[in-house]
């Protein structure tokens, strides 16, 4: 029904910055959720930050306030995680996620996944 693609991780220095890409194909609902999420190895995958399709508001995880940028283009259905000043920790996984429901999105159970882009910070 949806499916999601991420690029645009990679290697980086400490204090560096990244900008990763989720691609959504299928059909999308103007009430959909699209999430960020991270997951470093021997670690439970955390929420990093959602937007809403329709209207555009954002929700941000403690880590990410003040560093990282949640976005959407409407016209290439794209969503976008800008990260600026990316330290060591936060080397891990990113996937992106939707959901209709932002509940779900928080309780880290969206109903549809991408396959994850590696992200690695050095120090």
């Known amino acids: 029904q949806v499916q999601l693609v991420e690029s645009g991780g990679g290697l980086v220095q400490a204090g560096g910055s990244l900008r990763l890409s989720c691609a959504v194909s299928?059909?999308?609902?103007?009430?959909?959720?699209m999430g960020w999420f991270r997951q470093a190895p021997g670690k439970e995958r955390e929420f990093v930050a959602f937007?809403?399709?329709?209207?555009?508001?954002?929700n941000y995880a403690d880590s990410a306030k003040g560093r990282f940028t949640i976005s959407r283009d409407n016209a290439r259905n794209t969503v976008y995680l800008e990260m600026n000043t990316l330290a060591p920790e936060d080397t891990a996984v990113y996937y992106c996620?939707?959901?209709?429901?932002?509940?779900?999105?928080?309780?880290?159970?969206?109903?549809?996944w991408g396959q994850g882009t590696q992200v690695t910070v050095s120090s």
């Open positions: 996620a939707a959901d209709s429901s932002p509940w779900d999105i928080l309780r880290v159970k969206p109903d549809y």
């Open positions: 299928g059909r999308t609902f103007s009430n959909y959720v």
């Open positions: 937007i809403w399709w329709s209207g555009g508001g954002t």
